[in-house]
Structure formats: structure tokens, C-alpha cells
């Protein structure tokens, strides 16, 4: 226990705590001056509010892959369960850059998004579309494992008793899977509000439209303004808490509600 304490006091706890005391060095006016300021705002709406809506598509979408990857068979399905830890393994340097490259007004989906008057890259949009990439694998391997060990015989079972698809999906699998694609939610929201490398580069970087939060802290550690850095850290840090905090609460809950084996 002692061992366990101290290494997560190194790790974890002595960082945190100094974010908090670097930013004591603004007084109460200072501090609310630079978080309620029209750019950090605006660079803290674009991070936690495309973070958020990219984890809900995550959700939806990562639910459909997993329930492919395990319930179907057909050629290629390892390889693309191969592919889903991709954004795992790539650098998102290199993430940011090859997104940049296909959603450009040039690139290969760019182009005929383009034509159709959808511009992506270097605007929020693409900052959407970077958000997706690196958090899908969240979703995905969170919630296959609970999908795997899931019986079909219960499906069958509620099938010959004479329940429809819908019924069954509602009442017999989402119930079972809930807990998992709470987490899987939480850990792409986490993933996508602190991601940098691979959103600044098909973000566009303007303040108070395509500027996120995790950028504005590195231009102001830049301008020498540390404290300032540490306000923004110190907002961005909390609300996450409080966002994953609620997440696994109903975890919790979902997981309470599931009757016993």
C-alpha cells in the first residue's frame, strides 16, 4: 500500500497539486479575469464541446463495429480488427498531418467535400474529424470484450419466447453492455478534450473559432505567462474530473440496475 501510495503521489497527485499552487499565484480577479476571457471561452467551448459530441459519434459508431467484429464472420475480419488500434500505435503528429492531407481542399476526400461546399480542414469540423479518429479504439476495445462474453442463447431465449429485435436489443443486450459504453464514452471524451498533436495541425489554430484549449496553454507558456497556462489547466482539469466523475456514477448506477448471475 505504501509503495502504491507513493509512486501515485509521483506520478499523479505531486503534478496536480503543483498545477494548483502555480495558479495561487493569480489572485481570485486575476484567475476569473483569464478563464471567463472571450479566447479562453471560446478555445475551452471548441475542446469540451466537439470532445463531447465526437465521443457520443465514437459511441454510436464504435458499438456498430464491435457488434461486426464479433458477430459476424466474413474475410478480412481480423485485419480490420488489426485496424481499429491504429490510431493506437500512430504518432499523432503523424495523425494530424496525414488528416490534413486527406480532408484538404485538394485531398482526396477534401476535394469532392469541397465541391460540395463542406470545407474540413483548418476548421472545427476537422477538429471534429481528428477527435473521432484517436478516440474510436476507446469504444471499440472497451466494449467488445462485454460483447464477446455476452451469451447469444439469451438473444435466443427471448427470441423463442416470442420477444422482437427491438425488444431484445433494448431490454437483453443494451443492459449488459451499458456499464462499458459509459466507460468506452468517458475514456474517448477524456482522449479527444486533452488531444493536441494530431488536432493543431487540421485545427487552423484561429482564436475564438478553431483554437483549442490544450493550444492556448502551450501560447502562453510561450509568452512566458505560466500562470495564465495554469488557469486554463487548472479549469480544463476540473471540468474533466467532474464530466468523468458524472460518467462512472452512472456506471455505477447502470451496473446496479443488472441483475445478478
Not at 21 to 46: C, H, N, P, Y
Not at 182 to 211: D, K, M
Request: proline content about 5%; charged content about 15%; overall charge positive.
Amino acid at each position: 500500500m505504501g509503495l502504491t501510495l507513493t509512486w501515485l503521489s509521483v506520478i499523479v497527485l505531486i503534478p496536480l497539486a503543483g498545477l494548483f499552487i502555480k495558479s495561487m499565484e493569480l489572485s481570485l480577479d486575476q484567475f476569473w479575469g483569464i478563464i471567463t476571457s472571450r479566447r479562453t471561452l471560446s478555445a475551452l467551448r471548441v475542446s469540451f464541446g466537439l470532445a463531447f459530441a465526437a465521443a457520443c459519434v465514437n459511441l454510436v459508431m464504435g458499438t456498430i463495429i464491435v457488434w461486426v467484429l464479433v458477430r459476424y464472420r466474413f474475410p478480412g475480419r481480423r485485419l480490420f480488427d488489426a485496424i481499429v488500434d491504429v490510431p493506437f500505435a500512430l504518432p499523432t503528429a503523424v495523425a494530424g498531418v496525414a488528416l490534413t492531407s486527406l480532408f484538404a481542399e485538394k485531398g482526396w476526400l477534401g476535394a469532392p467535400l469541397a465541391a460540395l461546399g463542406l470545407k474540413v480542414a483548418f476548421t472545427p469540423v476537422g477538429i471534429f474529424v481528428a477527435m473521432i479518429f484517436i478516440g474510436i479504439p476507446f469504444v471499440v476495445r472497451t466494449v467488445q470484450p462485454v460483447l464477446i462474453d455476452l451469451d447469444p442463447e439469451l438473444e435466443e431465449a427471448a427470441a423463442s419466447l416470442g420477444a422482437g429485435r427491438w425488444h431484445i436489443v433494448t431490454k437483453v443486450i443494451l443492459p449488459s453492455l451499458t456499464p462499458a459504453l459509459l466507460t468506452g464514452l468517458a475514456l474517448a471524451f477524456a482522449r479527444a478534450v486533452g488531444e493536441f498533436g494530431s488536432v493543431i495541425f487540421i485545427a487552423g489554430n484561429l482564436p475564438n473559432i478553431s483554437e483549442i484549449a490544450p493550444l492556448l496553454i502551450v501560447i502562453r507558456l510561450s509568452e512566458y505567462r505560466y500562470a495564465d497556462a495554469t488557469a486554463i489547466a487548472v479549469v480544463m482539469l476540473v471540468a474533466s474530473f467532474v464530466i468523468i466523475f458524472t460518467v462512472n456514477r452512472l456506471q455505477r448506477w447502470a451496473q446496479s440496475r443488472m441483475p445478478a448471475n
